[in-house]
């Protein structure tokens, strides 16, 4: 099941749209909210892994919404206002609903989360059976094999990741989620120090102000959410007199 959040500050537009979820079978509905602030405070202890929610609310729209979170669900708009189309897709929206939608739009959005909720969900990463650390990868329709110490550092570009490998020229892209990712490599050896990117510990060059260089090319952000973890690393090797 595909738990779900409906979100809209209009009483008969959620009432719908609550409805209309309940009547997809693998959607699960947990909440019905009638702000974004309601629905941040769920999400703080609530596994979602869809959200269905408006653009145009007050205090908090929907698109600074689904920017404030770290790791957003699958997301589609729905909106009277169709001027928001293009926005919505720039914040990797699954779909867009323009209002009055019925039924059968609904169940093709539905439709298009269910497939990319199964294939984010597929198991991707596979441990290598030898326990040699290394992980397999499915990419380009062929399974690859990486190893942990050829990873430089991870990027996270909307549903897929790009990983930069030592021994590969190109990074390798998987349908893969980061949190998934995350859970798989060594705390030890792999920190995530962005919403976007995950660095091999080993591999860091430099540290400079708010950036951490990975290679030549790759200046990477550390975001506020992960600098306390990331500086206290540093802080830890850090050979002073």
Request: glycine fraction near 2%; charge should be negative; aromatic fraction near 10%.
């Amino acid at each position: 099941m595909i738990r779900c959040l409906a979100i809209d500050d209009e009483p008969l537009a959620l009432k719908q749209l609550t409805t209309y979820i309940k009547k997809v079978p693998y959607l699960e509905l947990v909440k019905s909210c009638a702000s974004a602030p309601e629905a941040l405070k769920l999400l703080e202890t609530e596994a979602i892994d869809a959200v269905f929610v408006d653009i145009n609310m007050p205090d908090m729209n929907g698109l600074d919404f689904v920017r404030s979170l770290n790791n957003p669900p699958l997301v589609v708009f729905t909106t009277a206002y169709s001027d928001y189309a293009i926005e919505g897709y720039k914040v990797d929206a699954v779909d867009y609903l323009l209002k009055p939608f019925g039924i059968d739009e609904f169940t093709r959005a539905a439709e298009k989360v269910k497939k990319l909720f199964e294939a984010l969900n597929m198991p991707t990463v596979v441990s290598s059976p030898d326990g040699d650390d290394a992980i397999f990868l499915k990419s380009d329709y062929k399974i690859v094999r990486v190893a942990l110490s050829d990873i430089r550092y991870i990027e996270a570009m909307s549903e897929y990741l790009r990983i930069y490998s030592d021994a590969s020229p190109r990074p390798i892209v998987v349908l893969l989620s980061m949190k998934k990712m995350e859970e798989r490599l060594p705390s030890t050896t792999f920190m995530r120090i962005h919403r976007s990117y995950i660095i091999n510990l080993k591999k860091i060059i430099e540290v400079n102000k708010n950036h951490v260089l990975m290679n030549q090319e790759a200046s990477l952000p550390i975001g506020d959410l992960y600098k306390d973890t990331f500086l206290s690393y540093i802080n830890s090797k850090f050979l002073s007199r």
